[in-house]
């Protein structure tokens, strides 16, 4: 790591800030880890609420011409984390906004689905977010000022849930629809239940956009999308949730 990423990060991994010759520009700061045990150190920065992007080399050093090619072959986020350590699966949820409801899609590292629902009335999507431990909230970048003061609220504030802004247009509600269809390879989105439901397509849509963002491959592994039923979970409020732990 150099620059910036090297200064912030030696501090949260405990290691030694040294630098390299960059040119006329001077000395540029660095730092660095076996990649032997780079889970370990890769784990610290997750959980200090940082993004990990991993980097390869694409080609042959002895076919190369100059410095050999290297791409972002990952992005590890703290709601796509694995923790080896912790039997938790690690939740992602994302937010979107329409004139009248907002939508809400989740996923975690341990099932291969999506579920989704839409409400008018911000607390119910306060009451999920704080019942399902959401390490991750993706919303639009243009919304971010409303999402930090929603976080602020005494139910969310204390989950140390990272946010991550996302482009705004992947929250499309046509783009999303073509989205999610050509995942799921059907011509509608009728069979799952959210055909009529804008606010949750355009939530589901993004959420599957930006984990192809992060994951730089085809996500074969989430192969189902289904609607989110209150009916099906029992309601204990946040503040006797709280409690409770």
């Not at 999507?125 to 959401?134: A, G, Q």
């Not at 009728?190 to 959420?207: D, H, K, Q, T």
Request: with cysteine.
């Amino acid at each position: 790591m150099f620059y910036d990423d090297a200064r912030k990060a030696c501090g949260i991994l405990d290691v030694v800030l040294t630098s390299r010759d960059a040119g006329k520009s001077g000395k540029a700061p660095m730092c660095g880890i076996p990649y032997h045990a780079a889970d370990t150190y890769i784990a610290k920065l997750i959980k200090a609420g940082l993004k990990v992007a991993i980097c390869e080399q694409v080609e042959d050093p002895a076919m190369a011409k100059g410095i050999v090619k290297r791409e972002v072959i990952r992005v590890i986020t703290s709601g796509t984390f694995i923790d080896e350590a912790s039997p938790e699966a690690r939740s992602l949820a994302c937010l979107s906004f329409s004139d009248k409801k907002i939508g809400i899609a989740f996923t975690d590292t341990a099932c291969g689905s999506i579920k989704t629902q839409e409400y008018a009335n911000p607390r119910q999507i306060m009451e999920i977010l704080s019942k399902n431990f959401i390490y991750e909230c993706v919303f639009p970048l243009n919304q971010e000022t409303k999402i930090r003061e929603f976080f602020k609220h005494p139910a969310l504030r204390n989950r140390l849930t990272v946010l991550s802004p996302f482009e705004d247009w992947a929250f499309n509600t046509d783009l999303s629809r073509k989205t999610l269809c050509e995942h799921f390879h059907t011509h509608s989105l009728r069979g799952f239940g959210i055909e009529e439901m804008p606010a949750a397509v355009a939530a589901s849509g993004a959420l599957l956009e930006y984990l192809k963002q992060i994951h730089k491959q085809p996500l074969r592994h989430i192969d189902r999308i289904s609607l989110y039923l209150d009916s099906e979970h029992v309601f204990i409020s946040p503040a006797a949730a709280f409690g409770l732990e």
